[in-house]
């Protein structure tokens, strides 16, 4: 049986197999050299003391300190490699991590948004350059120090064996106690979190309908249950720490009397007794270390966890053969798509082409499936059935970075990033100068971005200058018009204009036609109407009518007329449909992000 392709996370980790063995070459060295401070004091003891030879003490004492410089030397080193190895980490899994966190925020509509993925790998990398992961080096070495105890006396072994056993048990006993409190807590943090930065984008809304105080006691209870469960962790944690350490501390003091005592009944030399207590201290600190860095263990764990998981699911795209540079024909067989998530669909099995230059309004009802529709078209809900075809190529075998530049969308909810306008029309590659004034011309905003402080220059975002709504709207249309696309999708590009840029919205559908883009517009103004060549009227996801604009508006007057409804003049280039003003197909949070 064909095993699963490994993810970028598990390669990066076997891509630093070698440094990971090196740490524990180096760990083998450390834990020998560690042992010196125990056998100098033994030799001074059993050697310097009865003999009296300062030569004996000045040879004993260059050989300590050569090899204690050395052992803190291999500590420098071991540390440094594992801040190379959590660097390289990043440097591996950045990428992957940042597109398996867009993919998931892509296929859950939005609903998923979060840099959580990102976090986690910074708080991976964090633990691997801290000082508790190298507890766990340490650790498998104990037996090394046990054996030397044995070589001392039996009964420092057998103290030895029994006191890593109960810290082990103790260990063990920390892991039952506290690991699934703090994972439940994590888990409850990250949800509380990921809730309010949504609130936070919605503060307009929060503050003007009064619910401030609402949110803030969902978010407390929210918040009370996670400290909850991390006070009950870290109390467990607490006791179980301190019991290890008086635990640690009683015992080495034990086997200092326990020295003393077969001292006097001469079973060991004078050394012995305060060597035995040094080595046991330091052979068991690994495990001390252990139980205290704990809390960190466990959430490095939940973090690798919820990193393998999301990289796992993120399936790889494979390399598909370039194209050609889509003309914009664009036809649609037996499509349905639901929003992400959800097996209901929206659009319902519906059919139609548009040629390469054509210009289509699609109209309807509120919920009719619009907006969906627009996603489908550009690729970024995939179809539950049917194909969407550009050019007759599926456009979901289209590779995204090379179909991008072909594509222009506006959404409903425009969002711009930080940076300065022109980065933002040019969609945050090279900046070309020519191509983005052209876009800015030909979507009419041209004069007002000269306006603004520092022209095309001006930075938008947290550092630099809020634009309005209608601004907003207009520069994201200079984004969707930039380097003269194929295929365009508006949905409801006026809704935030007033009348100039309405005007200038007709004047660039009218330039978008000399250029031979193919244009789909989505639209509760009528006036918008009469610049398009044909219109698609969509009602509980299907069509109702579809075809060139004076049949369609033919055909709707001819409906109100049976209606008995004041029918509108096709000539007039409009009609007074319900269009679904303010439309939007899905729940404001499923929407994609621009």
């Excluded at 006396?153 to 056993?165: D, E, I, Q, R």
């Excluded at 106690?177 to 439940?184: C, F, H, N, R, W």
């Excluded at 590779?399 to 969308?409: F, M, S, T, V």
């Amino acid at each position: 049986m064909r095993s699963a392709p490994e993810n970028s996370l598990k390669k990066a980790l076997k891509a630093c197999r070698d440094s990971f063995i090196s740490v524990g070459f180096f760990s083998f060295f450390i834990n020998a050299l560690m042992l010196v401070p125990t056998f100098y004091m033994l030799q001074v003891y059993e050697r310097v003391i009865t003999s009296g030879s300062l030569t004996t003490l000045a040879m004993l004492t260059l050989i300590m300190t050569t090899l204690v410089i050395t052992l803190g030397s291999l500590e420098w080193i071991r540390s440094r490699i594992m801040v190379r190895v959590s660097t390289r980490l990043d440097v591996l899994l950045g990428r992957q991590v940042y597109k398996a966190s867009f993919k998931r925020a892509l296929d859950s509509g939005g609903m998923d948004a979060s840099a959580q993925s990102l976090n986690d790998l910074t708080g991976l990398r964090q633990f691997l350059s801290g000082n508790g992961l190298f507890a766990f080096f340490d650790a498998p070495w104990l037996p090394i120090y046990i054996a030397v105890m044995f070589l001392f006396h039996p009964w420092f072994g057998w103290v030895a064996t029994a006191s890593a056993l109960l810290l082990l048990a103790l260990a063990f006993l920390n892991e039952r106690l506290t690991g699934p409190a703090l994972a439940q807590a994590n888990k409850e943090h990250i949800g509380a979190t990921l809730d309010t930065t949504k609130n936070l984008r919605n503060a307009e809304v929060i503050e003007s309908m009064g619910m401030l105080e609402t949110l803030i006691d969902r978010w407390g209870r929210r918040q009370r249950n996670v400290l909850m469960l991390q006070s009950l962790a870290s109390d467990r944690g607490a006791l179980i720490s301190t019991l290890s350490r008086t635990f640690r501390l009683l015992v080495q003091s034990l086997v200092l009397g326990l020295g003393a005592y077969l001292a006097v009944d001469h079973q060991v030399g004078a050394g012995l007794v305060f060597a035995g207590a040094v080595l046991l201290g330091r052979a068991l600190a690994p495990i001390d270390l252990i139980i205290g860095s704990w809390k960190g263990f466990i959430a490095a764990r939940s973090q690798y966890s919820r990193l393998n998981d999301i990289l796992d699911k993120q399936q790889a795209q494979p390399e598909r053969m370039p194209l050609l540079a889509p003309q914009g024909d664009v036809r649609v067989e037996n499509l349905v798509v639901a929003a992400p998530g959800s097996r209901t669909a929206i659009i319902r099995n519906i059919s139609f082409s548009a040629p390469a230059g054509c210009t289509v309004g699609i109209i309807g009802p509120s919920a009719a499936g619009k907006s969906t529709l627009a996603r489908a078209l550009i690729g970024v809900w995939p179809p539950q059935l049917g194909v969407i075809r550009l050019d007759g190529a599926d456009i979901s075998a289209w590779d995204k970075q090379e179909l991008g530049p072909y594509i222009g969308y506006l959404p409903q909810d425009i969002e711009l990033f930080e940076g300065t306008v022109g980065e933002n029309i040019a969609r945050f590659a090279e900046v070309d100068s020519a191509k983005v004034i052209l876009a800015a011309m030909t979507a009419g905003v041209h004069e007002m971005i000269l306006q603004l402080p520092d022209g095309y220059d001006t930075v938008l975002g947290s550092e630099g200058i809020m634009l309005s709504a209608g601004q907003r709207q207009r520069i994201g249309l200079a984004r969707a018009l930039y380097g003269n696309p194929r295929l365009i999708v508006l949905d409801e590009p006026n809704s935030n204009l007033d009348d100039v840029g309405d005007r200038a919205l007709a004047a660039a559908v009218q330039q978008l036609k000399l250029t031979g883009a193919t244009l789909f517009v989505i639209t509760h103004r009528t006036n918008i109407v009469s610049q398009l060549d044909r219109l698609m009227v969509l009602n509980a996801g299907v069509i109702s009518v579809y075809g060139p604009r004076e049949h369609v508006l033919a055909e709707l007057n001819a409906q109100r007329q049976q209606a008995q409804t004041p029918a509108v003049p096709a000539s007039s280039g409009a009609a007074s449909v319900d269009t679904g003003k303010g439309d939007s197909d899905e729940p404001r949070g499923a929407h994609s992000p621009n």
